[in-house]
Every structure is written in C-alpha cells, then in structure tokens.
C-alpha cells in the first residue's frame, strides 16, 4: 500500500498557517500591511476579545477585483510579482501571497471588496478556506475583511493564546509599529468598542509619535537626519537624558518596511555608550531609505529581519545623523519639581495598564504639542521604578522629577569620528553641599547647576588616561617596592589571557610564580591609588567578561580604574573646584560620568520661583 499521499490543498494551508498566523496579531499585521500595498490612506482595525472572536480591518485602497476575489484566497497568488528576478526591486510589503489563503484556512471569514472601476462590490463568506457563499452588494470603494473565531477549527492552537488582554496588547504594539512607519496614513484602532489609537496620517513622525507614545516621548526626542549616495535617514532619536528600561521603543523601519535590527541598534547604542546607566536605552524611530540592492528583504516568513549587505555605511551613516544630536542642551537634565497633588495621580496612573494609558488619545491629539510640556507622563515611570543602575542607586527617585525640554540645537563642532565638542556655560562656583555637590549659577541663562563631584572627576581621569592610552604615552609608576600578590590558578590564567590589556594601560606584571604575581609598575594617571585591590577588582570584571571583545574589556578596565582612582584620592573633598570645572570643561563629554551617571543638572530661576510662588 502506498503510505505517501499528497496533502490536499486546505491541509496544506493549515499547516503553513502555523508560521504566519501564530496569534491573532499576525492577522491584523497581514491585513493592514495588504491595506497599505493597496494604496489606503485610511485603515481602522477593531478588535473584541483580544481579537480570538473579532477581528475587522477596513481600508479605502483600491480594493480587488470581482473576478480576481477567489484567486486572492488562493496559496502563491499575488498580484505584487510575477517573477522570482522581481524580489530584487520589490516595494510592497507582501509578496508570498500566502496570508489571505492561511487566514481564511483557520478562521470564518468575509471579505468585501469594491474597485473603482466596479459599480457594486463582492460579499464573499468563507468558512475553513472555502468559500460558501458570494453576493453582489452596494459598498464604498476599498476592502473590509471580518474574521471570526480565529483558529476555531484548530482547537491546538487556541490554547497557546493568551488572555485577552495580552492579545490585545500584542496587536496594539504591531498598530504601533505599522502606524510610525507610515506617518501619511490615518490608523484607527478600536478595542472592545474603544478608539485607543487614531494617528494624524499628515505624513508628520512627531505628530504621529505624540499620537502613539504621548507627549514625554515627543519632549524628548530630537530630529536626525542623513543624506548619502544610496542611503538616506531621518527621524527622531530620544536624548541621552531619556532613556528606558528596555529596547521596546526603538524602532527602525527599512524602506518603509518595520524591521528588527540589532545591527541598528547596536550602532546607534554604541553612539551612547557612556551617556546613559548600564540597562537603559535610547528611544528612537530611525527610517532608512536605501537602495534595495543593498538589502536583503527574504530572511524571513514574517518579514521582520533584513541583511544589510554593506554595514559599515550603515553605520557611517548612522553615526553621523545621531550624533548631530548631542548638544549641550539634549545633555543636560534639568530639574523640574512636580506639585505636591501630582504624586497622588502619578501613583494612580502608574496601577493603570498599557493599553489603557492610551484611552484619551482622542482628546489628546487635538491639542497643540506645546500646550502641554508642563507635567509628566508616567508610563516611563513606572519600568524606571523597577530598576536601579549598577550600583544600586534608585535613578526613579531623580529621574521622578526631572522634565527635559527641547530647544533649537547650538551650533556645534565634531570631527569624524563624531565625537562632539560641546562646553557647558560659564558658571559661578556658590559652595559645595554634602561634600559632594558644587552648587553654581550661570547669570546669563539664569540657571542654577548642582555638579557631582566624583562623576566629574572620573569623567576627567577617564578622558585623560584614554588620551594617552590612544597617544601610546601611558605614564607608569615604578613601584618602590614590587607588590607580590597570591591568586588562584583561574586567576592566573585570566591574567595571562590579558597580559596585553594590562601592559597596554601602565602595569608591568612578571615573576610568575606557581599562584603568585609581581607587580613593578602602576599606571601614573590614578596617583597612589591601592594597587591591590584595584588590581583584583579589574580581574574580577574581566572574569565575567571573557568573551567580550578587546575593545570592550579595554574599556571596563579604564573605567574600574578611575572610579577606584577616586575612591583612593582621600583629598577629594578638599578638592579644587575652580580647577575641577575647568578640567571637566575641557573633556570631550562633560555631562556624564563614564558609566553614563549625570555629572550636571540643572535647575531655572524661573522653575525656584515657581516654588516659592513669586510667578
Ligand atoms: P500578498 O500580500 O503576499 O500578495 P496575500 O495573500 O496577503 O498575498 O494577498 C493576496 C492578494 O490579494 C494580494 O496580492 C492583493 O492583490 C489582494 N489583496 C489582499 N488584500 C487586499 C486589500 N486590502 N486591498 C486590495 N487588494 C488586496
Ligand atoms: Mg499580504
């Protein structure tokens, strides 16, 4: 008997559902992104119950012709290519031709659809891939499809769904998306009868981004921008001062397409290495227009990863658009106390959910983006709350207050390497507060600055044995007497691994003993400081680092090295302040500490009258 049969064309769709149609936020993505290849400026989206029992999606695209209804539903048809060669030049979004046949396989669904050039549209009911029933009836021109009971007759895969209220949230995140990587259209997402996205579609990303993220974000963020050969960039990327917990909100859109990038992401992070804490970072909608031979588009089914075939002018190009943006005024954080009611609201809004910190939007978007710079959109307090930097310091409870406002960028100079020269204003020196903190007043801008001591001064060591290390010049210190210290055999050979890295920033190690080490010589740069323990801390970091690259483990090593360098240096306190700020004014980034901790913030006259009521 013959055991190996060919599946029938309705199991075949079922089967390759499962890799496009996981949940129901895959159908929604599938469907507006056919909305969008059909030329619509207005797609709304309603959804119930998370979108198991309910999904709509109306456009006023060009809709389907009668006679090409049933072959839409059909696996492979596609009206986007005819040819494999056409992959390469490919602008649509879809072009598998396989999610209409894939959705329509595993749900009941109906399609309306009317062209411009057809008088009355086509009602189309489909149960399981086929169709049963087909009526000619009067509707606007454009596409309506309505899927119930998603996966009803693939029970396996309804119990893999979640709640409702996470289906929901899977769905908003891809309106999200789709929505900022098409400004000009008009999304409209209702939930459980709710409007809970409704975008401009005026081809604006800020107005389009304030409609999605609110007005904190917008505050934030500045504009890049990159014109070359074969790639150009624009949109909006969050100064280092607002950073979040995780990378949710960094969006990158290829030639109009959403995708997940690390390559994107790593270069712009690495951009910000040392402005912002360890775990936060950089919101941003980055739009890359490049030429398509230059990217790779077929990577995937659901279409979200890209090759890159020339990275290094990705990132060339990258760098120079983001850095453009750190300027002083996107560097330094200013305070703003909120009213004492505040705290009771924020604490309320903070219990609230995603979905529904977005339930006004309607009435948010109305009003002009500057009529509400004022008070502070919670929702990025609430994952701030939960995480502390490094070394344990709660940010929230500084980042709680501070409310970072835009102005026009100054005019600044960078060289190629785009690191960027920027001076903070003139300051008179007040006193100092808790040993710690320089209070100083800058008269013409009217501006009270409080300056970290200790971050300015590793900042300023960080720079100056970075200086040297890149002249080849490292000042070593013979040591008087060679420091012998005992470590273990793993140690050692961590060591050895090393030896390089530490020859390079000013310790000559020798006499290897069977589980013992010579020092003779320290790096001058860090004075006297304990050369055993800074020793033992930097091997410490450098176990967990193993495998990281020698760039990498360069770096930790210089910054271990100048937070113990100032741990050491008991005449911090005593230090000169006059000499502190011009050294710091001197560094290449004088806003924050390496490990990306703020070194200034600052506070108005305007914002301490406020205070005590004089305005
Ligand atoms: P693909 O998008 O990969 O071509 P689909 O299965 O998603 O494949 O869609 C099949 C075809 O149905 C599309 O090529 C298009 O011609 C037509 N189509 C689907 N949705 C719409 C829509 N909203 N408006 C107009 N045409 C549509
Ligand atoms: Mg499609």
Redesign the pocket.
Known sequence: MNNIKLLDNNTINKIAAGEVIERPASVVK??I???I??M?SIITIEIEDGGKKYIR?T?N????NKD?VD???LRH?????NRVEDLQSLS????????????ASISQLELI?RTKENLSGVHVFINGGEIIKKNEVGCPI??T?ILKNLFYNVPVRQKFLKSDTTEASYISDIIYKLALGNPGLKFKFIKDNKVIINTPGKHDIRSTIYSLLGKEFVNSMFDIAYSGDDIKICGLISSPAFTRGNRNHQYTYVNGRYIKSEEVSDIVESLYKTLIPINRFPVYAIYIDISPELVDVNVHPTKTEVRFDNIDKLRKALSTAVSAVFSSNSLIPEVTIPAVNNDKKLEAQNQETFLDLNNNIEAQVEKPLNAVAIDIDMEDTVDIKRDSDENGIDVNEMIRVLDYSISEPEEMKYDVNTKVKINPPELEIVGTIFDTYIIAEDRVGKDMYMIDQHAAHERIMYEKIKAQLSSNEVYKQQMLSPLVINISHGEMQLIKENMELFKKIGFDIEGFGLNSIVIRSVPMVFGAPDTRSLFLDILDNLGERIGSSYEVRLDKIMKLACTSAIKAGHNIKKIEIHTLLNDLRNTEQPYTCPHGRPIIIKMSKYEIEKRFKRV
């Open positions: 599938e469907l992104e056919n909305s290849d059909a619509s999606v456009d695209g060009t809709g389907i090409d072959f839409a539903f048809s596609t009206s986007k290519i649509t979004l879809g072009f598998r031709g396989e999610a209409l046949a894939s959705i659809t454009g596409t499809i």
